[in-house]
């Protein structure tokens, strides 16, 4: 079944060059070996992957598109600060925020959005 097949995250981008400095350059992903037809594939950890493909539907979604599970998310947030992004901040019920970090439980959470909008999202387990 499904358990025992891996998963792609996909987002889409209104303009693929735009996606691709942002996707490889700012955030600085890797493009995978594999070719896509219409996009591009980036590798990420343990066998992880993102697609980023061309859409008139860019942006539209209004829920976390993809996360990166990260060790050090102070870090992580720092570093990609310095290459421009900006966080989201959210104020949700039973949630705690220490700037842009967001504490829920053990777990620790960063959004932010890419050039079209669509939400990123750090996170970080105790």
């Known amino acids: ?71 050090d998310i102070e870090q992580e947030i720092a570093a990609l600060k310095d290459k421009g992004i900006t966080f989201e901040q959210y104020d949700l019920p039973g949630v705690e925020r220490t700037g842009d970090v967001h504490t829920i439980g053990g777990l620790r959470a960063s959004w932010f959005k890419d050039p079209d909008g669509n939400i990123l999202n750090l996170v970080s387990r105790s």
């Open 1 to 71: 079944m499904l358990s025992n097949s891996p998963v792609v995250a996909v987002v889409a981008v209104k303009e693929l060059d735009r996606g691709k400095e942002f996707y490889g350059g700012t955030l600085g992903l890797s493009e995978a070996e594999v070719e896509e037809p219409g996009g591009v594939l980036y590798s990420c950890a343990g066998g992880s992957r993102l697609l980023v493909y061309e859409s008139s539907f860019a942006g539209t979604n209004e829920a976390t598109a993809a996360s990166w599970q990260v060790e």
